[in-house]
């Protein structure tokens, strides 16, 4: 990045984000050593009674339709399991820093949310059948990859370019570059700085970096950037598990050597949920 890219007012925006809420940082510094043992994740979770609440909330929605009320943390934990849990915990942490208006996009509060939620249940139902260990950490890492794009319309509703923004969105086949064209940063760049302030690890934030990036990213993380590309090309704000979105994931995985079917499996499944609960 460069030295002038230093001065962006996103920059500026990112250097003053409060950190994350205690408990949830106790939870990332748990995740960050690995397998946490569930008692203590379960223990930091209730320690915080607003998170508590939070995630009871949640895992009681329409969209897991568990036939009992969960009525605990223990619960919730052995039902969702740990990826979950941490991402709830991480939409608790994201609701609480920022004040959402995703107007300039033409999405509601709602829309980003079910957005992030289906990206992240995508990664869910098909990254744990390819690779477990990978899934615990792409999970959430899917539900945040659009977290930039707060920032970012905070700054175009700053600007007042609201409306020429969201004409080039229509005209624009990229988003990244239409952001970039406006604000100087795509989405992914400024997660990647977002990621790296929250202290979510350096796969998060490595990740982010080369996600639009044409560079070849270090061999560790290049299953990670192509399953995360896969998954955006699935559900994006343009276009969300339609057949067309879906079909163009199916051809980008199998460029990428994925197994197609397990994927077109996990569509089928997130679209099932996903219409069942608009009915």
Known sequence: MSDAMNYTPLMVQIEALPPLPESVIKLEQL????????????TVIEEDPALTVNILSQANSAYYSFQREIVSIQQAYMLLGPARIRTMALDFARNRVFDIDLSPYHLTTSDFAELCRLQSELAFHWIMGVDMLRAKYLIPLAFLMETGKILIAREIIHQERVDAFQKD???????AEVETLYVSMSTAQV????????QLGETFTQCMQYLESEETPPQEIVFDIQALRVIQSAANIKDILSNRSCQNALTLAKRYGFDTEKLRGSLERVKKRKEAIKN
């Open 191 to 198: 997660n990647a700085l977002i990621f790296k302030r929250w």
């Open 169 to 175: 969105l229509k005209e624009f086949p990229s988003i």
């Open 31 to 42: 995740f960050a050593q690995g397998d946490p043992a569930p008692e203590k994740v379960i």
